[in-house]
Antibody, heavy 120, light 107 residues
Framework: EVQLVESGGGLVQPGGSLRLSCAASGFTFSSYSMNWVRQAPGKGLEWVSYISSSSSTIYYADSVKGRFTISRDNAKNSLYLQMNSLRDEDTAVYYCAREEWSGLYYFDYWGQGTLVTVSS | SYELTQPPSVSVSPGQTARITCSGDALPKKYAYWYQQKSGQAPVLVIY???KRPSGIPERFSGSSSGTMATLTISGAQVEDEADYYCYSTDSSALRVFGGGTKLTVL
């Protein structure tokens, strides 16, 4: 059974940093591209970042470019999101999502999310 | 930046057909996908490649696409279908994009 479990969320002050982790199991992690998607309270889904299976290709949404860094450790079956210079508007539930291809890249499995609150 | 536009809300009575639309300039060339998100839960894929249904998704869920508009149809909507629905696709640069979401009320 595919499982994605996020951790690392919490309360942080504006300008602070936080590192999210996503532990993957039930599939060959090193064969799949992965993403982070977030959802601000009461708002819609927002794609944040993508990393290919070998880490050779990385994309970011404009809203986080230059502040967030996605990475992965295939030996540990883990995905990470280093978040720096955090802003109030980064407050959200952050989901890690596995990417699959069927006509287009899409997300087939999601974790349950971890809440990040940016507030003074 | 690329946008997918959905109506904020749709309301139907149980047993009626609910239709949720998603418009985007790239949809004539890109597939649309639909996710269902119930309160406090992670999203679940209900339609992929415009009209295909993943295993385990009830037959009342269907999808279609024509021109710049994709449509999610729930035939005979049930109370348990009440949720937020998001369309998803990519732009010409393969950046991932979600629509703003549609709250479906069934009552």
């Amino acid at each position: 059974e595919v499982q994605l479990v996020e951790s690392g969320g919490g309360l942080v002050q504006p300008g602070g940093s936080l590192r999210l982790s996503c532990a993957a199991s039930g599939f060959t992690f090193s064969s799949y591209s992965m993403n982070w998607v977030r959802q601000a309270p009461g708002k819609g889904l927002e794609w944040v970042s993508y990393i290919s299976s070998s880490s050779s290709t990385i994309y970011y949404a404009d809203s986080v470019k230059g502040r967030f860094t996605i990475s992965r450790d295939n030996a540990k079956n883990s995905l990470y999101l280093q978040m720096n210079s955090l802003r109030d508007e980064d407050t959200a539930v952050y989901y890690c999502a596995r990417e699959e291809w069927s006509g287009l890249y899409y997300f087939d499995y999601w974790g349950q999310g971890t809440l990040v609150t940016v507030s003074s | 930046s690329y946008e997918l536009t959905q109506p904020p809300s749709v309301s139907v009575s149980p047993g009626q057909t609910a239709r949720i639309t998603c418009s985007g300039d790239a949809l004539p060339k890109k597939y649309a996908y639909w996710y269902q998100q119930k309160s406090g839960q992670a999203p679940v894929l209900v339609i992929y490649e415009d009209s295909k249904r993943p295993s385990g998704i009830p037959e009342r869920f269907s999808g279609s696409s024509s021109g710049t508009m994709a449509t999610l149809t729930i035939s005979g909507a049930q109370v348990e279908d009440e949720a937020d629905y998001y369309c998803y696709s990519t732009d010409s640069s393969a950046l991932r994009v979600f629509g703003g979401g549609t709250k479906l009320t069934v009552l």
